[in-house]
């Protein structure tokens, strides 16, 4: 069980992090990106990897 978990869980997550990217590149031009990825990053990703409970 924990192995099919463990299994689901990078691709789900990696799944995530491409749906932000595509609905970042829809609003934003490449010359902004960069900033908006930092902020979604700081905002999104980094909180659900270091707290993971949160």
């Known amino acids: 069980m924990s192995q099919l978990v463990l299994r689901l869980i990078p691709r ?3 799944q995530h ?3 932000v990217t595509l609905s970042i590149k829809g609003w934003t ?3 902004k990106s960069p900033n908006v990825l930092a902020s979604v990053w700081e905002l999104n990703l980094r909180p659900m990897i270091f707290n993971p409970l949160h």
């Open 12 to 14: 789900a997550f990696c």
């Open 17 to 19: 992090i491409y749906r």
């Open 29 to 31: 031009n490449d010359e």
